[in-house]
């Protein structure tokens, strides 16, 4: 059931049904869209995922150029390959993160050096990338965890010195910036994910921005089994394929859904930025909670995905405690290296060893205000 509120503001869910930790949003013009595109010629991919390209190429990504996709760990694998990495190449890869950051490599053979985390903001420790980076190092992958961004400066100086690329995983943080430019805009590869609950959706997809504009042709074939597709439909199309492509375009469907959160995203970052506000105001000086990026990070640069706190004693107690008033929480991602597919648990990452049983993350979406961030809180402070 859902609790209708002023038109200038999201509908918030009715608290007695319970509070969940996402919930997508889709905007109401997405319904015409879809509808549509399913009454026309094109369902699959067609003119709506190139009309999405250009808006998400007009708002965030300036020069570079954008290739829509079927889902962000597609984007992922296509941006591993145009960096070059091959079978035995070493990639420093964040510990933790999504599971998708770091599968595509085993598919390509990588080896994966894995990076500690920074424990003010979880994102890859800087330190850590400097004591592991050696010339065998062919690129450096990065996650902007919770929609902060990593100290993206430090990280491409170090990576200028080896000469390798960046590849930044902005599956949290589309409409954040870093030093005033919009992610997507600024590193070699930076791939976004609209999975179900991101915070722009297109039910599943994902977008791959390529700094290079020479490798998007071959992105284009890759994204279609290594087929090129505008000579195909133009008829002057060789039966040739020199590349090994796969079939990871996006659909117009999805697309549909894209472009009417694109025509929203503005609402939809600023709503976020003032629940993190309140959540900050909330718990920033309540004794054995910390709020992950609370103390340097701006909401003018910053676009939250997820909000994290560290409990620093009984977070399975906290959880309960939360459950009970039918409001969700969870870690939602784990360090990789617990995982049988990454080989064995890494016993050089101190910090996430010290903080893997303390972190939670508390519901922040399109269908919570003020007045329920405000209960969460007040059942965390009243003890567990």
Avoid at 95 to 113: D, K, Q, R, S, W
Avoid at 341 to 364: A, C, H, Q, T
Wanted: glycine share 8%.
């Amino acid at each position: 059931m859902i609790k209708n509120i002023s038109m200038n503001e999201f509908p918030i869910l009715d608290e007695k049904e319970g509070i969940p930790l996402f919930f997508p949003y889709i905007p109401d013009e997405a319904l015409a869209n879809v509808t549509d595109t399913l009454s026309g010629r094109w369902i699959g991919q067609g003119p709506k995922v190139d009309k999405f390209e250009e808006l998400i190429k007009k708002k965030f990504l300036g020069a570079c150029e954008p290739l829509a996709v079927g889902s962000g760990t597609d984007a992922l694998h296509l941006s591993y390959i145009l960096a070059g990495i091959k079978n035995g190449d070493k990639v420093m890869v964040p510990a933790f993160t999504c599971t998708a950051t770091n599968i595509p490599l085993l598919y390509i053979g990588a080896e994966l050096i894995f990076i500690d985390i920074d424990p003010d903001t979880m994102n890859v420790s800087v330190q850590d990338i400097r004591s592991k980076i050696s010339p065998e190092i062919k690129a450096i992958v990065t996650v902007d965890y919770g929609g902060v961004c990593c100290d993206y400066e430090e990280i491409k100086k170090i990576a200028d010195d080896f000469s390798i690329p960046i590849i930044q995983d902005a599956a949290h943080s589309i409409g954040s910036k870093y030093n005033h430019k919009w992610v997507g805009s600024f590193n070699d590869f930076t791939i976004f994910s609209f999975q179900a609950i991101k915070t722009l959706t297109t039910g599943d997809g994902g977008l791959l921005s390529i700094q290079a504009s020479e490798k998007i042709e071959l992105a284009k074939r890759l994204r279609w089994f290594g087929i090129d597709r505008l000579k195909k439909q133009g008829g002057i199309w060789e039966n040739d394929i020199s590349d090994v492509g796969y079939k990871y375009q996006m659909t117009d469907i999805a697309a549909s859904i894209g472009i009417a959160g694109i025509n929203n995203i503005d609402k939809i970052i600023e709503h976020r930025k003032s629940l993190f506000e309140e959540y900050k105001i909330n718990l920033i000086n309540f004794d054995g909670i910390k709020l992950i990026n609370s103390n340097d990070v701006s909401t003018d640069d910053f676009c939250p995905w997820l909000i994290t706190i560290i409990v620093e004693k009984n977070r399975i107690g906290l959880m309960k405690k939360l459950r009970e008033y039918g409001i969700e929480s969870a870690q939602v991602h784990y360090r990789n290296d617990r995982y049988s597919i990454f080989g064995n648990r890494r016993s050089d990452l101190p910090n996430m060893d010290i903080i893997e049983d303390k972190y939670l993350v508390l519901p922040i979406h399109n269908r919570i205000d003020k007045s329920i961030v405000n209960k969460i809180c007040n059942i965390i402070k009243s003890g567990w």
